[in-house]
């Protein structure tokens, strides 16, 4: 693997500007990862996204409100001349696309900001930067470094990119703030209207659901974690975030519907760092339980699968797996 930085990557994506490229992100895309994969399609003429599987109920929201649209392609793009790999560094995250990076012939390009991790293979070039908060951020100085113009709709897309994986701005740098500011100045608008437009208060109904599903949840201290997990009756995205935001270390929540189960996992930011824990890989290595596929963030990630009679086991199977690292991680440190 080629590990570069933001004038060689922008240099890669100007001599790809007219061939056939493909864009995708890791398993269960977020608002910034798909943010940035549009942006980048504006640059690479030729090119498209193509998501391993699915995407966040919050993403796929945004999109429709800015008019994109939330359908992408869902095979794999065998003929492309350029794979470009947007907020994910490794193929394993990528699920369903793992085999068919792992087999492709010409180069890939990686933007990423999470921990780097190494790929074996010279046709990799891989511009990973952990000093920026989101891939989104990333994006943004390469569209800078390549003069591109943006649309208003175009900036508040990046902004809302660069807020989603903020955390609540808690792994926030100077330069987030800045890159924020010049997007609101571009698109005429500020953080609070931002926030009105597209993070209105769901329904009373909705906030009783997740209070309920709270309510009802098991809750236990492992290994200096305290966990919240159980049955959400609709959104177990929502009702795993909420779980975090009134003071769990991880949540686990799944949901169910006529095909199988939906399975969101959180874990408290910092946490991913302090004890080399990844959600993503940990839900990928799980998935098979539910006869899935699984993936995502170190502090984020979901899974999917038929089988809904191992939901149960598939979460106390998380649950057991991260208090096993959290284990780990503090024998390792005692040596």
């Known amino acids: ?127 990973n930067d952990e000093s920026y908060n989101s891939t989104s951020s990333m994006v943004y100085e390469i569209v800078k470094e390549m003069e591109v113009e943006i649309s208003i709709r175009e900036s508040k897309l990046l902004a809302l990119g660069i807020i989603s994986d903020s955390a609540g701005f808690k792994n926030a740098s100077y330069q987030t703030f800045y890159q924020l500011a010049e997007l609101f100045q571009q698109a005429g608008t500020s953080y609070i209207d931002l926030q009105e437009e597209f993070y209105k208060e769901p329904n009373p109904e909705h906030r009783l ?31 795993a975030d909420a779980a975090i935001n009134i003071g769990a270390d991880a949540s686990i929540f799944y949901s169910e519907n006529e095909s199988g189960i939906a399975v969101s996992s959180r874990l408290r930011p910092t946490l991913d760092e302090k004890y080399s824990l990844h959600l993503g890989i940990i839900m990928k290595e799980c998935a098979n339980i539910i006869g899935g596929t699984g993936g995502g963030h170190p502090c984020a990630a979901g899974a999917y699968g038929p089988s809904k009679e191992n939901a149960e086991k598939f979460v106390m199977e998380l649950v057991k797996r991260i208090s096993n690292r959290v284990s780990e991680s503090n024998a390792k440190a005692v040596k």
């Open 1 to 127: 693997m080629n590990s570069i930085g933001l004038k060689e990557a922008a240099s890669i994506l100007a001599s790809a500007a007219d061939k056939k490229v493909l864009i995708t992100f890791h398993s269960i895309g977020d608002t910034d990862s798909v943010a940035s994969a549009i942006i980048l399609s504006k640059i690479l003429k030729n090119s498209m996204i193509a998501a391993p599987d699915s995407i966040t109920r919050n993403a796929a929201n945004t999109l429709e409100k800015l008019g994109y649209g939330s359908k992408f392609e869902k095979s794999f793009i065998g003929d492309a001349k350029l794979v470009l790999l947007v907020d994910v560094n490794n193929f394993e995250g990528c699920g369903p696309f793992e085999g068919s990076l792992k087999e492709f012939k010409h180069d890939i390009l990686i933007i990423d900001h999470h921990a780097r991790s190494e790929i074996p293979n010279k046709s990799v070039f891989s511009f």
């Open 209 to 239: 659901g997740i209070i309920s599903d709270l309510c009802h949840s098991k809750s236990q201290v492992l290994k200096e974690l305290l966990f919240v997990y159980g049955h959400a009756h609709e959104h177990a995205s929502d009702v």
